[in-house]
């Protein structure tokens, strides 16, 4: 992906290309494509976003970019931040000192500071809630749609993404991909979707690992149970 970024900078993306990037899901036929400079469509493939909910460090991290990058804009209207200190082991006193920037209650809901009308005619649409926006989208599909946004006078905003032509999102991370290096900010926008993976379904972990102790219960229980059934059985012609 990083590769592919790079090459197509160098092409200037703004005059080169004409988007025709679909929205279909990572797990189905990629992030979509585009029309290339010699008029070619070129396929892109989703991106494996960095998901792991052991990580407690990356969705710490990741919690405090949503923050500061997402929050002004963006609601999680189902995410509480007292379950984002509990579940990331943040103490309480620390989420509401650097990570509460729209309430003063811990136990409220993320929301976004600005109203939607507002933000609807600034931007053409109101920025959509994204608390099960990985679940709609897909954590891979998210996670190349952050990692391909170009500059693109044309726009409104000077940005433009070849997962989703002509979004209406601005680039919010240019600074942030100014400031490191390729390898460090995708992995600063991988703490960012995992962060979002777990507002999604917090309980996804929990539920992988109690699902895997259920399946080889179940499989260590079929011994008995074959060769019971084999022992009523055994007179039977």
Not at 169 to 194: C, R, Y
Not at 223 to 230: A, E, F, R, S
Request: charged share 20%; aromatic share 10%; hydrophobic share 45%.
């Amino acid at each position: 992906m990083s590769t592919l970024i790079k090459s197509l900078a160098g092409l200037g993306l703004g005059a080169a290309l004409t988007l025709t990037a679909g929205t279909a899901m990572a797990s189905g036929s990629g992030c979509g494509t585009f029309t290339n400079a010699d008029g070619v469509d070129e396929h892109l493939a989703c991106s494996t976003a960095p998901i792991d909910f052991t990580n407690k460090g990356s969705l710490q991290n990741g919690a405090k970019i949503f923050m500061n990058y997402c929050a002004g804009c963006h609601s999680a209207k189902y995410v509480r931040h007292s379950r984002i200190a509990k579940d990331l082991e943040i103490p309480p006193e620390l989420v509401e000192k650097y990570l509460m920037v729209t309430t003063d209650q811990i136990g409220d809901h993320i929301t976004a500071e600005i109203d939607p009308e507002i933000q609807a005619s600034w931007f053409g649409a109101a920025p959509p809630d994204l608390s099960l926006e990985t679940r709609l989208r897909g954590d891979d599909w998210v996670y190349t749609y952050l990692l391909s946004f170009y500059e693109d006078p044309s726009r409104p905003w000077g940005a433009n993404n070849l997962v989703l032509a002509n979004a209406a999102m601005p680039h919010v991370l240019h600074n942030m991909q100014e400031e490191l290096s390729q390898e460090e900010f995708e992995s600063e926008v991988g703490d960012l979707v995992n962060f979002m993976a777990w507002m999604g379904e917090p309980a996804r972990h929990d539920r992988q690992v109690i699902g895997f102790f259920v399946i080889l219960f179940l499989l260590v229980l079929l011994i008995p149970v074959y060769l019971l059934n084999k022992e009523f059985w055994k007179d039977v012609k």
